[in-house]
């Protein structure tokens, strides 16, 4: 079993910078694939990036590709999620979440563990 706490939200003007935190309770993290995913009202759950329990492979949504940097620390067990040149359609609740696989993945259905959410809103 794994908790999951996002940390970090709040409100920034476009083209600002936000750093998330999700700490994970639980053992073995670093045999947990981590990824982001965000949803903004009335859209569906959308993938933002994704790292692998080693840290070495990481995959990002064409979106936030060039912008946004997931990275993890597994002696703190902890996955970050730094946020750059933000957008008003950055706008959403973003949800960490853990994939029992060495192996990172996209797809939400994928993962076994979710965060309860941290709000970000970026002003225009």
């Known amino acids: 079993q794994v908790q999951l706490v996002e940390s970090g939200g709040g409100l920034v003007q476009a083209g600002g910078s936000l750093r998330l935190s999700c700490a994970a309770s639980?053992?073995?993290?670093?045999?947990?694939?981590m990824g982001w995913f965000r949803q903004a009202p009335g859209k569906e759950r959308e993938f933002v990036t994704a790292i692998s329990g080693s840290g070495t492979s990481r995959y990002y949504a064409d979106s936030v590709k060039g912008r946004f940097t997931i990275s993890r620390d597994n002696a703190k067990s902890t996955v970050y999620l730094q946020m750059s040149s933000l957008k008003p359609e950055d706008t959403a609740v973003y949800y960490c979440?853990?994939?029992?696989?060495?192996?990172?993945?996209?797809?939400?259905?994928?993962?076994?563990?979710w965060g309860q959410g941290t709000q970000v809103t970026v002003s225009s």
């Open positions: 979440a853990a994939r029992w696989s060495a192996y990172d993945a996209a797809l939400a259905s994928e993962y076994d563990y």
């Open positions: 639980g053992r073995a993290f670093s045999r947990y694939a």
